[in-house]
């Protein structure tokens, strides 16, 4: 299975930006797409898609996320970051079977 | 607006059996592969099954392979995870989710399955 690590936590302020790393124990691009997604969980609700195939806004997303990355590397940056935005987020990959996510980086305020 | 509401979670003995419900609406169901996602309290996501359109393709995670069968009725707009022979392991929140090309686009609220004695 490909494995995916992120950091733990990331404290930022209010207004700042925050850069969310997620890598991969093998590549995820194939020649056409990078098949990496990301997703924004609050505590007690499900998951919702921010950004599909590493940089593509999902729908009704606001423009301060924003995705890149390609290969193993991938990065979620949000500017500015707003108080809503505390949250934990998952990077996941489609590239190969079983789908696998990473395990979380929860976004702190400083 | 598309809507994926579960049902059918609650507590059961390791062992036995329980069916999750989820039912489909907002979208053409029919036009979507669909999954199953769970999330362990207080742990992180994985992946449990898939199925194709027509539901002639199912696709499991090893852990639950043998044990857990997804289905689906176009008919009804529905999705199902049938769960057999169940592990404390299986204790988690069972999310309904779209399958686009392995990427979750749209979740339901979770249903909550616990399995103890």
């Known amino acids: 299975d490909i494995v995916l690590t992120q950091s733990p936590a990331l404290a930022v302020s209010l207004g700042q930006r925050a850069t969310i790393s997620c890598r991969a124990s093998q590549s995820v691009s194939t020649s056409s797409y990078n098949l990496m997604h990301w997703y924004q969980q609050k505590p007690g609700q499900q998951p919702k898609l921010l950004i599909y195939d590493a940089s593509n806004l999902a729908s009704s997303i606001p423009a301060r996320f924003s995705g890149s990355g390609s290969g193993t590397d991938f990065t979620l940056t949000i500017n500015p970051v707003q108080a809503d935005d505390i949250a934990t987020y998952y990077c996941q990959q489609s590239r190969e079977l079983p789908p696998t996510f990473g395990a979380g980086t929860k976004l702190e305020l400083k | 607006e598309v809507q994926l509401v579960e049902s059918g979670g609650g507590l059961v003995q390791p062992g036995r059996s329980l069916k999750l419900s989820c039912a489909a609406s907002g979208f053409t169901f029919s036009d979507y592969y669909m999954a199953w996602v769970r999330q362990a309290p207080t742990k992180g996501l994985e992946w449990v099954a898939s199925i194709s359109y027509d539901g002639g393709s199912t696709y499991y995670r090893d852990s639950v392979k043998g044990r857990f069968t997804i289905s689906r009725d176009n008919a009804k707009s529905s999705l199902y995870l049938q769960m057999d022979s169940l592990r404390s392991e299986d204790t988690a929140t069972y999310y309904c989710?779209?399958?686009?090309?392995?990427?979750?686009?749209?979740w339901g609220q979770g249903v909550m399955v616990t399995v103890s004695s």
């Open positions: 989710t779209t399958d686009r090309y392995g990427c979750f686009d749209y």
